[in-house]
């Protein structure tokens, strides 16, 4: 950048402590303290021509110490020479900026995945219903998954029971068939269903139907039967 000549000489403008700096030559970065003591000097100009008028700073006087001003706070910010708090700050500044964004992020985030568990629910509150008035060899509706995650463990372990291995996580709103998985088709098939095969059900819906351990094999088919809104005795 080029040299920067010497301010006009305004003795009648300034204070000895609000004096312009000198010229700065082409090699040489303005510090700190010397944009600090140029706005001090520009301040006093503006002092001085807004209360003596244009008799004391011409326009062109005014002009000349903004320019100037202008010049020196941009050769010290093209060489990279901002103040140390105005770094700070400016870290400061896109680290909040990260964070809103993170917060926004997840605020979409958990709105989508609340919006996704009350269709689940909703459209498994409407199959029940249906299911509720289907006989033993009408076809059953089936149920989407409306608990998030797989239990880190089987929630029923009978004997012989092998958790299912999913190709892709199952994420809520997805039908049991989507991963291989069979559903009974009609009410009698629910009851002829097995304790593996209910358990498997209840690893894919992460659900245990409010089955206890001790309940005899009839009783698991009909609590499941009761999860998905079949009767027994229709």
Request: with cysteine; hydrophobic share 45%.
């Amino acid at each position: 950048m080029a040299l920067i000549p010497a301010a006009a000489a305004l003795p009648n403008c300034t204070n000895p402590t609000d004096a312009p700096i000198g010229p700065v030559p082409a090699n040489v970065t303005p510090t700190d303290a010397d944009c600090g003591q140029e706005n001090l000097y520009v301040g006093s100009v503006k002092r001085m021509r807004l209360s003596c008028g244009n008799g004391a700073v011409s326009n062109a006087e005014l002009g000349a110490a903004l320019i100037r001003e202008h010049m020196i706070l941009a050769k010290a910010a093209g060489a990279g020479a901002a103040p140390a708090w105005a770094a700070a700050m400016l870290q400061q500044m896109q680290q909040m900026q990260l964070q809103m964004q993170q917060m926004q992020l997840q605020m979409q985030q958990n709105h989508t995945e609340l919006v996704t568990l009350i269709q689940a629910s909703s459209e498994n509150q409407r199959i029940r219903i249906d299911n509720a008035g289907l006989g033993l060899q009408h076809q059953l509706r089936v149920l989407v998954k409306e608990k998030p995650g797989l239990p880190a463990n089987p929630l029923l372990n009978p004997p012989n029971f092998h958790p299912p291995v999913f190709v892709v996580a199952p994420e809520v709103g997805d039908h049991p068939q989507q991963h291989g998985l069979a559903f009974p088709a009609t009410g009698a098939d629910v009851l002829r269903m097995t304790r593996p095969q209910v358990a498997t059900l209840s690893f894919f819906y992460n659900n245990d139907f409010g089955i206890q351990v001790n309940d005899a094999a009839l009783t698991w088919a009909t609590k499941f039967g009761g999860y998905i809104g079949f009767v027994r005795n229709q």
